[in-house]
């Protein structure tokens, strides 16, 4: 007990550094430490760095995956952006690929300002960020503006930016938590719109941009009829 104590004590330090590989590889040791003291599991599960952090890596994981993945069919592609989807019984996903002219730090700035994204995304009316975990990880909310059947809806997201500078390559994941898929936060105004995991990947090359965003499709949508 004493010891998973330690770990999680030494894991809520480093996980505000936002060093990646550090954060990973001391998550892991807590994971093995817990194959060896299952009992412990309830411990680490209510702890709120170490918790943050095993979800964001299961979406890192399954986001890196539908990256990865051959199963995709184009659906439009034309002046240099194309459109992809890969279904199976139990998911939907949609890919836009496309590249742009401009400084990744620039892209970057856009993609981590999101209160300003209501002046450039036609979909979004505001955005705003409700918490600031660490400097790369944000609880931020959007309100859309989308036609019938989806108008009046919200998102509460999870979003975490990872640079990885060695493959010239920005990682943005953006998740809808867990605890809002049990009880989404609805109003007589407003229904939450659940977003199970998205990504943007930013590859980086001088002063050109590949862009991939892939979003997962919520499957339990409610329709606001």
């Given amino acids: 007990m004493n010891s998973l104590s330690s ?19 001391q ?14 599991m309830p411990i ?4 709120k760095e170490f918790s943050l ?6 979406i890192i994981q399954t986001q890196t995956q539908f990256l990865l993945s051959t199963h995709w069919k184009n659906v439009v592609n034309t002046g240099g952006v194309v459109i992809q989807t890969s279904k199976t019984p139990h998911q939907f996903l949609t890919r836009l690929r496309f590249s742009i002219e401009a400084n990744p730090l ?6 981590y300002e999101n209160d300003f994204a209501g002046d450039w995304m036609k979909t979004m009316k505001c955005s705003k960020t409700l918490e600031k ?30 640079p990885m500078p060695e493959l010239r390559t ?5 998740y809808t938590p867990k605890e809002h898929f049990a009880s989404p936060v609805n109003d007589e105004k407003h229904i939450e ?26 499957k339990y949508i409610v329709w606001d009829i």
């Fill in 133 to 162: 975990f660490s400097p790369l990880r944000k609880k931020i909310q959007n309100f859309y503006k989308l036609p019938w059947p989806l108008t009046h809806r919200h998102s509460i997201l999870h979003t975490r930016y990872l």
């Fill in 7 to 25: 770990q999680l004590d030494q894991f809520s330090t480093v996980f505000y550094t936002d060093d990646y590989k550090e954060i990973l590889e």
């Fill in 27 to 40: 998550y892991l040791n807590i994971k093995y430490s817990l194959t060896k003291r299952p009992e412990l």
């Fill in 106 to 111: 620039h892209v970057f700035s856009v993609l």
């Fill in 170 to 174: 920005i990682l943005v994941v953006v």
């Fill in 53 to 58: 952090f095993d979800e964001e890596s299961s």
């Fill in 44 to 47: 680490a599960d209510s702890h």
């Fill in 193 to 218: 719109m659940v977003i199970p995991s998205a990504s943007v990947w930013l590859q980086c090359e001088d002063e050109k941009c590949e862009l991939n965003i892939i979003l997962q499709a919520n």
